[in-house]
């Protein structure tokens, strides 16, 4: 079983940067690919990056790439997502995620934290 807990959401002015943070409960956090969910009002989650287990294997959406940054420490298990140049439309709810895979077409996780609003104002 793992918990996820996020922080560093808030509000932020086009153009600028907020780093997120979820730190994770539970001894397996080390063998679990950990992502970065978000949510739009009215829209479908979709990640926005994924980071395996050790770091060496990253993927981000088109719609971040160049822009966000996601890592790991497996030592304070915390996965952080670094996210420069934001846009209006990076406006979300923000879901850290655990033991992320893709099934049936789509990228899903087996645990998710509460969510964390950002909003990007123009």
Do not use: H
Request: proline share 1%.
């Amino acid at each position: 079983q793992v918990q996820l807990v996020e922080s560093g959401g808030g509000l932020v002015q086009a153009g600028g940067s907020l780093r997120l943070s979820c730190a994770a409960s539970g001894r397996t956090f080390s063998s679990y690919s950990m992502g970065w969910f978000r949510q739009a009002q009215g829209k479908g989650r979709e990640l926005a990056a994924l980071i395996n287990w050790s770091g060496t294997n990253l993927y981000y959406a088109d719609s971040v790439k160049g822009r966000f940054t996601i890592s790991r420490d497996n030592v304070k298990n915390t996965v952080y997502l670094q996210m420069n140049s934001l846009k209006p439309e990076d406006t979300a709810v923000y879901y850290c995620a655990a033991d992320v895979a893709y099934r049936s077409g789509t990228y899903t996780s087996t645990y998710w934290g509460q969510g964390t609003q950002v909003t990007v104002s123009s």
